[in-house]
């Protein structure tokens, strides 16, 4: 100790342009000041969805709860939020379990789950990584991140996202509500490092320009502000599932982790190293890191906690049996469903009634999105007309131009958002219309106050929409 040493980690950023982490050893190393302060791990896995297509996410989330259980993190310091309407939905061919690869192990098995069903909202989130135990008290069981100046906080979420939003089944987490959680937890000295995995489309945008890089907290994302992420193990993989079993991002960092049998490996591996082994191996998305790289020269250990194979667990073995499977039938978040039910179409297993019932289902997807896009585009249309100068910085409807968020476009992008809501169809119940949100990003960049006229135009086109009360689109 005392030596400088410098490594110098690439990470390579989109297109040519590489950025240089320089590694400097502390003098003390993070755990050892941990063990000496006792401080504490803390971990919240948060899947956001519902529904069988949505599975993987479910699935990622209670992988990761196995592997932070086998790492010794005790069920106490770890809160889980999912729906919980997978195992026993209907459509599992293996009622009571689910899995996470295929022929994997069931993942299902021993998952505590916090909070469930409606309980699963973004309110109840922020109140939970904020510690607001008082406002949780009567809601699942109650547990939140009870978090001290030397405790380490592990946030893994998976589900939809779009700009500036990640999504719940019935609200949305905005980035700027994010961002004010986090600035709680570091102005009561409730963690000393945050380190965030989430997986959803466009997930870069929930931080690029809006973390801080000096307040311990590092985001790493399955995908850059302007793409989709990826579902995986999907098509023929997932076999009588007919859904996506993982998210490719998921299934990468967390195969990896249990592809490391002995424990030297586990305990030593940085967050950075992990974070660069998972950008080599994801190929659809651009796995992406921003906040406090300071965060990232610590072991994903520090967070996660590894498995001790000393005599105490001699049985250990690894969550998964790893074969390194192909991850060769991924597919955009945003096309799993309608490729699943060609996928089941295609096949010859379904009696004529099935196959009239899906079919049908199938139609009435795309004539709903037909109809969702014909009142955004409208209501766009509208807005650029009676504001014309605007068009050339926020682009075409279907081609939004890519602007940077900024914190104080949300108050007029929520507005406009919630007015979408309530006059025209719920834009959390239809995974479909995230897609679509970005230009209205763009409209609140270009004008933070541009929600009032928009709201106006949002009511005069949805009066038809409304009746129609969509839901459930993919
Ligand atoms: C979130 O859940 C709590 C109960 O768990 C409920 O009181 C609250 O209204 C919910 N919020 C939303 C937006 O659904
Ligand atoms: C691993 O287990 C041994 C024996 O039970 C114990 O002495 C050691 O502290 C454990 N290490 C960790 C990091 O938990």
């Known amino acids: 100790m005392g030596v400088f040493s410098f490594v110098s980690l690439t990470l390579f950023a989109i297109g040519s342009a590489a950025i240089h982490v320089p590694y400097r050893k502390p003098w003390i190393d993070s755990e050892t000041v941990n063990s000496f302060f006792g401080g504490k791990k803390w971990v919240v896995l948060v899947a956001g969805s519902d529904g069988w297509n949505n599975y993987r996410h479910q699935a990622d989330i209670c992988h990761a709860y196995q592997i932070i259980r086998e790492n010794g993190i005790p069920k106490e310091n770890i809160i889980t939020m999912m729906v919980d309407d997978i195992a026993n939905n209907p459509r599992n061919p293996t009622p009571g379990m689910i899995i996470n690869q295929p022929n994997g192990k069931d993942v299902y098995k021993g998952v505590v789950i916090d909070y469930k069903g409606m309980d699963v909202n973004s309110t109840n989130f922020l109140k939970i990584i904020t510690g607001d135990k008082k406002a949780m008290q009567s809601i699942g069981t109650g547990k939140v991140i009870e978090g001290g100046p030397h405790d380490k906080v592990f946030i893994n979420f998976v589900d939809h996202g779009t700009t500036g939003i990640l999504g719940f089944p019935d609200d949305l987490l905005y980035a700027d509500e994010l961002n004010d959680a986090l600035k709680t937890m570091h102005a009561s000295a409730r963690y000393r490092m945050v380190l965030m995995y989430i997986e959803a489309c466009k997930a870069g945008s929930m931080f690029d320009g809006i973390l801080r890089d000096n307040t311990g907290v590092l985001a790493v994302t ?112 945003r096309t799993v469903y309608e490729n699943s039910v060609q996928q089941e179409l295609a096949g010859n297993e379904l009696s004529v009634s099935e196959r009239h019932h899906l079919s049908t289902e199938l139609h009435l997807n795309n004539e709903m999105r037909l109809i969702i896009d014909k009142a955004l585009r409208t209501i766009y249309s509208k807005v650029v007309k009676a504001r014309p100068e605007i068009i050339s910085k926020v682009g075409d409807f279907y081609e939004p131009n890519h602007l940077e968020l900024s914190l104080d476009m949300f108050p007029c992008y929520k507005s406009i958002l919630n007015k979408i809501t309530e006059s025209c169809f719920s834009l959390p119940r239809n995974p479909y219309a995230l897609d679509r949100l970005t230009i209205f990003a763009n409209f609140c960049v270009v004008d933070k106050h541009i929600h009032q006229l928009v709201e106006k135009l949002v009511s005069a086109s949805c009066s038809n929409v409304h009746k129609l009360n969509i839901k459930n689109v993919y």
């Open 222 to 333: 399955a995908s850059g502000p302007r793409e989709n992420s990826f579902g995986c193990y999907c098509r023929s993989q997932s076999g009588p599932y007919k859904t996506c079993l993982g998210d490719f991002f998921s299934v990468t960092w967390m195969e990896n982790w249990d592809a490391l049998v002995s424990e030297s490996p586990k305990k030593k591996r940085t967050v950075f190293y992990d974070f660069n082994e998972a950008r080599t191996s994801v190929t659809e998305s651009n796995v992406m890191v921003y906040g406090d790289f300071r965060t990232g020269h610590e072991t994903l250990s520090s967070f996660i906690g590894y498995k001790n194979r000393s005599k105490k667990h001699p049985s250990a073995e690894p969550v998964m049996t790893v074969t390194n499977k192909p991850k060769n039938t991924v597919m955009s978040s």
